[in-house]
């Protein structure tokens, strides 16, 4: 089946400027995540949907960013005045749940930006 | 809030050498996983462990979650150039209103020479 997908894959942008990544995650999924991974390093976690709950925001690193998820499904990390310091992959995963708990996450490919 | 630390940073071994990586959680965690990300890739899961002490094998690979559940480690037998890439471990907390986020380490870059 469909894996998690991303787009665009890579966006190149000028400094002052809003961008928009998208993820659709996997059907059925019902958890959704943001995370940002800079060149050779970690992955840093930005947000976190699970169904109709109110979603963790504790990892936005200021109030440029924002995301938002319709209908359960499809998810938009909006990132508004974009600061070379954003340059980075965002990377989207999905998960499911069983019997309450969480199974593992599914990542997409993520989407490559670079403000200049 | 939750930290998971894991070392190294980097590895370097010769092909079939062994190889382990290491994490270490802040909390005691409810479960914890591990995914390798080879370059250029996104990361994929390896395996998850959640109870106190458990020991899981895939070929090679041996995960193991401490006694505690603050610890975990990763151990690779007689690496092979198919193993190049960088391994994460995350960790779930035990509870409260974000169950759901993993809090994954800094990773270990595993290079292996022929």
């Known amino acids: 089946g469909a894996g998690v997908s991303q787009s665009p894959s890579n966006k190149v942008t000028e400094k002052g400027k809003d961008v928009e990544l998208r993820c659709d995650p996997i059907?059925?999924?019902?958890?959704l995540y943001w995370y940002r991974q800079s060149l050779g390093q970690g992955l840093e976690f930005l947000i976190y949907?699970?169904?109709?709950?109110?979603?963790?925001k504790s990892g936005l690193p200021s109030d440029r960013f924002s995301a938002e998820r319709t209908g359960g499904s499809v998810s938009t990390l909006t990132i508004q005045r974009t600061q070379q310091e954003d340059s980075a992959v965002y990377l989207c995963?999905?998960?499911?749940?069983?019997?309450?708990?969480?199974?593992?996450?599914?990542f997409g490919p993520g989407t490559r930006l670079t403000v200049l | 809030g939750q930290q998971v630390m894991q070392i190294p940073q980097y590895q370097h071994v010769q092909e079939g050498e062994d190889f382990t990586t290491y994490c270490n959680s802040s909390?005691?965690?409810?479960?914890i996983q591990w995914y390798k990300q080879r370059p250029g890739g996104h990361p994929v899961f390896l395996i998850q462990?959640?109870?106190?002490?458990e020991v899981k094998k895939q070929k090679r690979l041996t995960f193991q979650f401490g006694e505690a559940k603050k610890n975990s480690s990763l151990h690779i037998t007689a690496t092979q150039t198919t193993d190049v890439g960088t391994y994460f471990c995350?960790?779930?907390?035990?509870?409260?209103?974000?169950?759901?986020?993993?809090?994954f380490g800094q990773g270990t870059i595993l290079t292996v020479h022929p």
């Open positions: 995963a999905s998960s499911s749940r069983t019997s309450g708990s969480y199974n593992e996450q599914f």
């Open positions: 059907s059925g999924h019902t958890a």
């Open positions: 949907f699970q169904g109709n709950s109110a979603p963790d």
């Open positions: 909390t005691t965690l409810s479960n």
């Open positions: 462990l959640v109870k106190s002490g």
């Open positions: 995350a960790g779930r907390g035990a509870g409260g209103t974000s169950y759901g986020k993993l809090t």
